[in-house]
């Protein structure tokens, strides 16, 4: 994470050794001034260019990498959590909600598009933007603590995702699986089996070289999705689906309902790496042009969006319509035949997620190897052999002790989603564009702002009520 420098030289005091004492005091104290509001812009460009950093190396990305880049963050393990977001909230509230969602975060997506490069500086890190907009400490210690929340506990449900979809995939393929005679394997085995292969993934130096691994768990994404949407789809309303709460009761639909906001904000999580996204398209401002990324970052962002909400919608409907409120936490699950199909889709879903894990993971390797390059340990192989291995270990461990994935859904999503996706850009974009009263972004920024308040509280404590009925009945470590 990008710290303030301690001692900034400003080029203006250099310039006066000459003047009186009081016109040099008075232009040291304003430059300086100056120097420690944008100091940590030139601080990490220069170590961008130096070092070559996981997030800015090799920056010849154009908007295809954008547009898979972002389907790879966006459409996750939380589309296959939609269908059971929809049992608590009904068909108009699911439909309202779902649908507002989407507009708000591509609106949300594209102020931080928007904002990635302003008067010649360019942001590349989230954190970057919030600084500028906030102030250097202000700033990072705003968006540093939440966008850590998200990645680290992506890659920890990631961890859950793919152990259960392995641990599936090898009860329906396994010899004599029909007789259930197959070796038993439990979670906690292919959570760390899914950890041995993030450990070799993690060799890729920077996002860019990411690209290969991003465009095939793209892909699967959308694989796994259209599976989802047809096997739904085609078996129809089942007996017993129901489209109420009968049976629960009142606490639980209450808490239901704000776990479900919880779950809809997870499933818009690529805010936390779009900054980073755009960082690997090379730029070229001119006066006519200030912001040249904008325009093939939007283009591919568009693109995937378009995707998210055939993916999103396709699920949560179909899968909601089909089971109603008999809905498991994954859609996959529910579904269970043809057997086949499922077992294709969750091999699907095991290469999906070890991009997903990559993807949201090279900023937090990023933000590491900032600070060693900052103290001058050099980022060789090594280096980053060690502490990424490290990260993968402490991730896998924190994924084999809380498998709730449900529930971390809701929890994750509200607390790190609500303010990194909904509320934050559109405060930087209050506070950078400073929009009238009388311009519609004032209002939609404001929107989206008390819509981010919102899902953060409730959502939180409907995800974290879950964990804790959970965790009473979970046998650890099993």
């Known amino acids: 994470m990008a710290l303030v420098n301690d001692h900034v030289t400003d080029a203006s005091e250099k310039k006066m050794g000459g003047d009186a004492p009081g016109s040099t005091q008075v232009a040291r104290s304003a430059g300086s001034a100056k120097g420690q509001d944008l100091d940590f812009i030139t601080q990490n460009n220069k170590l961008d260019a130096e070092y070559q950093l996981p997030v800015t190396a090799d920056a010849k990305a154009t908007w295809v990498h954008a547009a898979f880049h972002n389907i790879t963050a966006m459409v996750g393990a939380g589309v296959l959590g939609l269908p059971s977001a929809m049992v608590y909230l009904g068909w108009p509230a699911g439909v309202v909600i779902m649908t507002l969602s989407w507009v708000a975060t591509l ?247 070890c991009g997903s894990f990559q993807v949201y993971a090279m900023p937090v390797y990023d933000m590491i190897e900032y600070q060693l390059v900052k103290r001058h340990v050099p980022n060789g192989f090594l280096t980053r052999l060690v502490y990424r291995t490290t990260y993968i270990v402490l991730v896998g461990f924190i994924a084999i002790t809380l498998p709730f994935f449900g529930d971390l859904l809701g929890f994750i999503g509200a607390l790190g989603f609500g303010p990194t996706t909904y509320s934050l850009p559109s405060i930087f974009w209050l506070l950078v564009k400073k929009p009238k009263i009388t311009n519609w972004h004032f209002w939609a920024s404001w929107a989206c702002i008390i819509a981010g308040i919102i899902i953060t509280v409730l959502g939180a404590v409907g995800g974290l009520r879950g964990i804790i009925v959970d965790a009473s009945s979970y046998k650890f470590y099993t």
């Open 107 to 353: 609106y949300t997506l594209y102020q931080m598009c928007a904002l990635h490069e302003v008067k010649g500086r360019r942001f590349n890190r989230y954190h970057e933007l919030g600084q500028y907009a906030m102030g250097p400490r202000a700033g990072l210690w705003t968006v540093i603590p939440c966008q850590l929340i998200v990645m680290i506990g992506l890659d920890i449900v990631y961890c859950v995702t793919a152990g259960k979809s392995m641990q599936f995939l090898y009860q329906h393929t396994c010899h004599g699986w029909r007789e259930h005679t197959c070796t038993s394997f439990g979670l906690s085995a292919w959570i760390v089996v899914f950890a041995a292969i993030q450990m070799l993934l993690s060799t890729i130096p920077n996002f860019h070289k990411l690209s290969v691994i991003s465009l095939a768990a793209a892909i699967m994404s959308i694989g796994y999705s259209t599976i989802a949407i047809g096997v739904a789809g085609h078996a129809g309303k089942q007996p017993g689906a129901e489209y109420n709460l009968n049976g629960y009761t009142k606490a639980d639909g209450v808490f239901g309902i704000f776990n479900s906001l919880g779950t809809i904000a997870f499933a818009y999580g690529g805010h936390n790496v779009v900054m980073e996204i755009q960082a690997t398209i090379p730029s070229k401002p001119t006066p006519s042009k200030p912001n040249p990324t904008l325009g093939p970052m939007m283009f591919g962002v568009t693109l995937a969006y378009l995707l998210v909400a055939y993916c999103y919608f396709g699920v949560a409907y179909t899968g909601y319509h089909a089971f109603g409120s008999m809905t498991g936490d994954q859609i996959l699950y529910s579904l269970g035949h043809p057997i086949w199909v499922v077992c294709l889709a969750s091999f699907m879903v095991i290469i999906h997620v």
